[in-house]
Structures are given as C-alpha cells and as structure tokens.
C-alpha cells in the first residue's frame, strides 16, 4: 500500500489449480479498500496498451499467455 508504483505479480501453476480464483478474491479486496481493479481477459490492441500505461490501476491479466 505504500509504494509509488505497482508491483507485478505471476500466478504460475497446473491446470484447475485456483490461479483464477485466487485473482479474484485478491481483486475483490482490492475493492473493499476502495482502490479500483481492472481484470483483463482478452487483448485490445495497441490503444488499449497505451491507456493502460497511463493509470494507476491495478490489473489482473487473466490467461495471459494464451490472450497476449
């Protein structure tokens, strides 16, 4: 909650092993705090990006290797 910047975070593991859901809970906690959350399911392209880069959003790609 103190830092300047976000810090980035990777969920890596089996298939059907909580990542998702994990990301959720995190998200919706996020929420009770009163800071906003983003979860990105699919790509959008190059405008998209350049929003993204500037907001202090915190984001949840979900599947991000198979999206982007």
Do not use: W
């Amino acid at each position: 909650m103190d830092r300047e910047n976000s810090t980035g975070v990777l969920l890596c593991g089996q298939k059907e092993s909580g990542k998702t859901l994990t990301t959720k809970y995190i998200s919706s906690e996020d929420m009770k705090l009163n800071m906003p959350t983003l979860v990105v399911t699919s790509a959008y392209g190059v405008r998209f990006n350049k929003v993204m880069q500037g907001t202090n959003l915190h984001c949840y790609f979900d599947e991000y290797e198979k999206e982007f």
